[in-house]
Every structure is written in C-alpha cells, then in structure tokens.
C-alpha cells in the first residue's frame, strides 16, 4: 500500500500570502489530522477530518483551515501568513487508532 | 490548557546503555500513544497503551501507561545506533474534541 504524500515537499512563501498544502492519505482511510511542527511548540494539532466533515480542531487562528473531499484527500490553507508560520506541516491519515504521518510540506515564511 | 510535557529533552548514551524517557499530562488521559520521528524524517507509530497500569514490550522497547493514565514511559534496553531519533508521547482526551496532544519529544543520540 501507497503511504500517505504529501505536496508539495516544500514551499517559500512571503508574508501576507496564503498557501494550500495537500494531503493524500492511504487508501482506505477516512480520517485525516492536520498537524505544526517547530522546534519551539513541538507537534501541535490543528485540525482533524473525516467524511469530509471536521471532527476536531486545535487552537489555532481562523487563519488555519482546512476541507475533506470525498475520495478523502485533504488540504489546509493558511492565509494571510506570518514569519511564525514557518514550519513543517504534517498530516497523518487513519482507520483505527494508529496514526500514519505523511514526509510533510516545509513551509518557510520570508 | 491541557499540556504533555516529556523529560528529558535531550539524552545522549554510550551504545549499549539504557534509555528511559517519562511523559506527564495536566490531566487524565484517555490513552496514549508513543511515536519515533528520526532526524530528517516523519512521526511513525510504536504503540498504544490505554488501560490503566498498563505495560506492554517490543523487543528491547518497555511502555507503560501509569495508574492514575496521566503519565507513561518508554524504556530501551540496550540502545543501538539505530535508536537514534526524537521519541514523541501523544495523548488522547478523555472528553471535548478527544484530540491528541504530542508531548515536547525527547531527542536521543546514541554514541558507538
């Protein structure tokens, strides 16, 4: 089984931008979590969907959303970004309760 | 908020040493699961532990879930090179948005 991609693998940005990061996860799996990771915050959850309906999310500025499609692949868009957005953007798919993280998307914010 | 926080941050080891890493929550956990992300690369599952005293093994790898399901530990007996990388509790709520919180990681290197 194909594991779960991520595009693109890196991105620059400037500020004030907005950027959509896409996630497509294992087949089969429905839900999809969103996740920040910096060397500051660590991993820090922003969102989590599944059917297409967002089932959780974190604590994060309305800047940060995000959408399901029906064939489950996933996108966050982030408007309006700031130099504190730099970091790598990691979704996870699932079925159960085991988490399969995806390489990520490297966002750097200039 | 709701924090895990995990200790140490940093550990280094002769190979061939043990290592032990302790996550501890604010509050009572649903279950919790442990991550290794190694350098350059993604969190990948090792397990979950969600009864209460819990302790389950793989290999030279020890997790335990404490009693009270507001802390855990990850012991390596025996480190290899290969053990090298960051290890990530993560721990689910017991109520709200049942999201899972990632504690701090503690990052590990391993010296041949």
């Known amino acids: 089984k194909a594991g779960v991609t991520q595009t693109p693998r890196y991105l620059i940005k400037t500020r004030g931008q907005q950027v959509t990061l896409s996630c497509s996860p294992i087949?089969?799996?429905?839900?999809v979590s969103w996740y920040q990771q910096t060397p500051g915050q660590g991993l820090q959850f922003l969102f989590e969907?599944?059917?297409?309906?967002?089932?959780n999310k974190g604590n994060f500025p309305g800047r940060f959303s995000g959408r399901q499609f029906s064939n489950s692949r996933s996108e966050m868009n982030v408007s309006t970004l700031e130099l504190g957005d730099s970091a790598l953007y990691l979704c996870?798919?699932?079925?159960?309760?085991?988490?399969?993280f995806g390489p990520g998307t490297r966002l750097t914010v200039t | 908020g709701q924090q895990v926080m995990q200790i140490p941050q940093y550990q280094h080891v002769q190979e061939g040493e043990d290592f032990t890493t302790y996550c501890n929550s604010s509050?009572?956990?649903?279950?919790i699961q442990w991550y290794k992300q190694r350098p350059g690369g993604h969190p990948v599952f090792l397990i979950q532990?969600?009864?209460?005293?819990e302790v389950k093994k793989q290999k030279r790898l020890t997790f335990q879930f404490g009693e009270a399901k507001k802390n855990s530990s990850l012991h390596i007996t025996a480190t290899q090179t290969t053990d090298v990388g960051t290890y990530f509790c993560?721990?689910?709520?017991?109520?709200?948005?049942?999201?899972?919180?990632f504690g701090t990681g503690t990052r590990l290197k391993v010296l041949a």
């Open positions: 969907y599944f059917s297409e309906t967002q089932r």
């Open positions: 509050t009572t956990l649903s279950n």
């Open positions: 532990l969600v009864k209460s005293g």
């Open positions: 087949s089969g799996h429905r839900s």
């Open positions: 993560a721990g689910q709520t017991t109520s709200g948005t049942y999201k899972y919180i």
């Open positions: 996870a798919s699932s079925v159960g309760y085991e988490q399969y």
